[in-house]
């Protein structure tokens, strides 16, 4: 009885414990990405659905938030308000791919969107 009782007492204190958040940022996310080299289909296989796409999918946009803690960078999914437009609340840079006619990348930016 008493082992039940200490197994339970332990389970108790282990679940009150708290561990700090994860970290959500990857240092080398965009690592991938070089001018002449990447391909549409290397973008899409690492970031995943971009949250924006102009001229025919030639240019793909991504949100990207910033973990200064590991000084890395995570996708943030596209929000919207009540009203439908997009909001950029979560995200702290736009990534801009732009591509050519073949579908390899020409030229990329990171555009800070907020503070």
């Known amino acids: 009885m008493n082992a039940i009782l200490a197994v339970i007492l332990a389970l108790a204190v282990t679940g009150c414990a708290s561990a ?13 990405l070089a001018d002449g080299q990447t391909t549409k289909d290397q973008a899409f296989t690492t970031l995943g659905q971009p949250s ?29 308000r009540n009203g439908g437009w997009p909001t950029w609340t979560n ?18 930016s990171l555009v800070k969107v907020n503070k």
């Open 20 to 32: 700090p958040p994860p970290l959500r940022g990857t240092p080398d996310l965009l690592n991938f």
């Open 52 to 80: 924006g796409f102009f001229e025919s999918e030639r240019i793909l946009t991504y949100r990207l938030g910033y973990d200064s803690r590991n000084r890395g960078y995570f996708l943030v999914e596209r929000e919207n």
């Open 91 to 108: 995200a702290s840079f736009s990534l801009v791919l732009v591509f050519d006619d073949a579908g390899l990348l020409r030229k990329h």
